[in-house]
């Protein structure tokens, strides 16, 4: 299966319990906004831990309803994380996201040792665009979080978004391994890497996705130009994920398709016990709003 537009995210909730979402430094008021109207739409049950002057202060000027949503009063933005982390890590939470509080500060608390939420996996990065010169949604990792990633990170990297769009309904997603040519140099690191992958898969290694590379981007995504070039692959202009060489080109790619292509986005931390919301002061509402949808149907699938 296929998922064309994000909004489809939504559709995979069924009619199943909420989500139980929890709002670390719950007092910004942008992903505030885009939590009370995910729970509005019945997508995610929020739990809001943060200062609570703050948070009615917001909710009188925004006109949110804050009568039944349950707070923690923590102004302690160290100590709010702290308790945010630990509400996920005992089962009281099903989502962690990030509020007013910094991207180091939160992910040194997911890291804890001892009440983090570490699952043992390399935590990564994943986004879905819906972009109009694309005839579906495609996913991109790593942009945000690995900088350098070496063999053995790609290969987290990769099993933790085939987890994620196996979750999501993709039997065997198509993972594109990007390089900048399409032929294995010894020169470009890349594109060994890319070849080691492919048949890593071919031999069973890396399961529940089918894995082709090096292929430079254009051959990724159309069938027109692997054509043309001659390239023989049954993913090249139907992938499902593409996996970058770095954090520098996914981060370009990222920014371009949002930008120049005006792709939508969702976006979550993979590789914790739960999915992890780190949405930027430069997302836009909708973008926040379509990554809670994204990362309710991540959790629920789990609990099926």
């Given at each position: 299966?296929?998922?064309?537009?994000?909004?489809?995210?939504?559709?995979?909730?069924?009619?199943?319990?909420?989500?139980?979402?929890?709002?670390?430094?719950?007092?910004?008021?942008?992903?505030?906004?885009?939590?009370?109207?995910?729970?509005?739409?019945?997508?995610?049950?929020?739990?809001?831990?943060?200062?609570?002057?703050?948070?009615?202060?917001?909710?009188?000027?925004?006109?949110?309803?804050?009568?039944?949503?349950?707070?923690?009063?923590?102004?302690?933005?160290?100590?709010?994380?702290?308790?945010?982390?630990?509400?996920?890590?005992?089962?009281?939470?099903?989502v962690l996201m990030k509020g007013k509080v910094g991207t180091s500060t939160l992910l040194r608390a997911v890291l804890n040792k001892e009440w983090g939420l570490r699952s043992g996996s390399l935590l990564s990065h994943i986004a879905f665009f819906e972009v109009e010169a694309y005839h579906k949604i495609i996913a991109v990792t790593d942009v945000a979080m690995n900088i350098e990633p070496n063999l053995q990170d790609k290969i987290a990297i990769v099993n933790n978004s085939v987890k994620c769009l196996n979750k999501l309904g993709y039997e065997l997603p198509k993972v594109a391994i990007l390089g900048a040519v399409e032929k294995v140099n010894e020169s470009m690191q890349a594109t060994l890497d890319a070849a080691l992958l492919s048949k890593m898969n071919q031999r069973g290694q890396i399961n529940n996705c089918i894995i082709d590379g090096p292929l430079a981007f254009d051959n990724a995504i159309s069938l027109e130009s692997a054509i043309h070039k001659g390239i023989k692959s049954e993913i090249a202009g139907d992938t499902d994920l593409l996996l970058m060489p770095d954090i520098e080109v996914g981060n370009v790619l990222y920014k371009s398709l949002v930008f120049f292509a005006k792709a939508k986005v969702a976006a979550v931390i993979l590789g914790a016990i739960a999915p992890i919301i780190l949405t930027s002061r430069s997302d836009s509402d909708e973008a926040k709003y379509d990554s809670i949808m994204l990362a309710a149907a991540i959790s629920r699938k789990e609990t099926i």
């Amino acid at each position: 299966m296929a998922l064309k537009h994000l909004s489809e995210f939504k559709n995979l909730l069924g009619n199943q319990h909420r989500q139980r979402l929890v709002l670390a430094a719950a007092q910004d008021q942008n992903a505030l906004a885009a939590v009370m109207k995910a729970a509005g739409d019945n997508l995610v049950e929020p739990i809001l831990v943060g200062d609570r002057e703050e948070l009615l202060k917001i909710a009188q000027d925004c006109s949110f309803d804050l009568s039944d949503i349950r707070m923690v009063h923590e102004p302690d933005i160290d100590q709010a994380t702290e308790i945010s982390v630990k509400m996920v890590r005992s089962g009281q939470a099903d989502v962690l996201m990030k509020g007013k509080v910094g991207t180091s500060t939160l992910l040194r608390a997911v890291l804890n040792k001892e009440w983090g939420l570490r699952s043992g996996s390399l935590l990564s990065h994943i986004a879905f665009f819906e972009v109009e010169a694309y005839h579906k949604i495609i996913a991109v990792t790593d942009v945000a979080m690995n900088i350098e990633p070496n063999l053995q990170d790609k290969i987290a990297i990769v099993n933790n978004s085939v987890k994620c769009l196996n979750k999501l309904g993709y039997e065997l997603p198509k993972v594109a391994i990007l390089g900048a040519v399409e032929k294995v140099n010894e020169s470009m690191q890349a594109t060994l890497d890319a070849a080691l992958l492919s048949k890593m898969n071919q031999r069973g290694q890396i399961n529940n996705c089918i894995i082709d590379g090096p292929l430079a981007f254009d051959n990724a995504i159309s069938l027109e130009s692997a054509i043309h070039k001659g390239i023989k692959s049954e993913i090249a202009g139907d992938t499902d994920l593409l996996l970058m060489p770095d954090i520098e080109v996914g981060n370009v790619l990222y920014k371009s398709l949002v930008f120049f292509a005006k792709a939508k986005v969702a976006a979550v931390i993979l590789g914790a016990i739960a999915p992890i919301i780190l949405t930027s002061r430069s997302d836009s509402d909708e973008a926040k709003y379509d990554s809670i949808m994204l990362a309710a149907a991540i959790s629920r699938k789990e609990t099926i």
